[in-house]
């Protein structure tokens, strides 16, 4: 299947956008994250992740976005392993996509999902890589083993 581009993939792109930007104003102002740290650089950074993954362009991760996400961090899960995580994410069996609301609940919660987690660690390397530029340390003899 070939990725839809164009005037028409970026319109529905802008229209998901604003969508999600609704709902993270909604969060923005829910007194349930007003002790949230940075709330608004966080929103964003999960706009953008869930954004990447939403396959479908319904607004929702499907299984088939999970799957890609997960394999894209190099973590490929099974069926089963996916119909895991969606459900609780999701809070429950029968559904079977991720909206962004159930996303942001998953990030923002107390809870700690497995995709959480992997995320959460995802983005934990990501900081890392951007820190080390630059040539390596000089080593002396007392740094060696």
Do not use: C, W
């Amino acid at each position: 299947m070939t990725e839809p581009r164009g005037k028409a993939y970026g319109l529905l792109k802008s229209q998901q956008e604003e969508k999600l930007n609704s709902i993270n104003e909604a969060f923005l102002s829910d007194s349930k994250y007003a002790e949230e740290e940075d709330l608004a650089t966080k929103l964003e950074m999960f706009k953008k992740k869930y954004m990447e993954f939403d396959l479908n362009d319904k607004g929702d991760i499907d299984m088939m976005g999970l799957k890609r996400m997960l394999e894209k961090l190099g973590l490929a899960k099974t069926h089963l392993e996916l119909k895991k995580m969606m459900s609780e994410v999701a809070g429950g069996p029968s559904k079977d996509t991720i909206s962004y609301h159930d996303f942001l609940n998953m990030m923002l919660g107390k809870r700690n999902a497995i995709l959480k987690l992997i995320l959460m660690f995802e983005g934990m390397g990501k900081e890392q890589e951007q820190k080390d530029v630059g040539p390596p340390s000089r080593k002396t003899f007392s740094d060696l083993p």
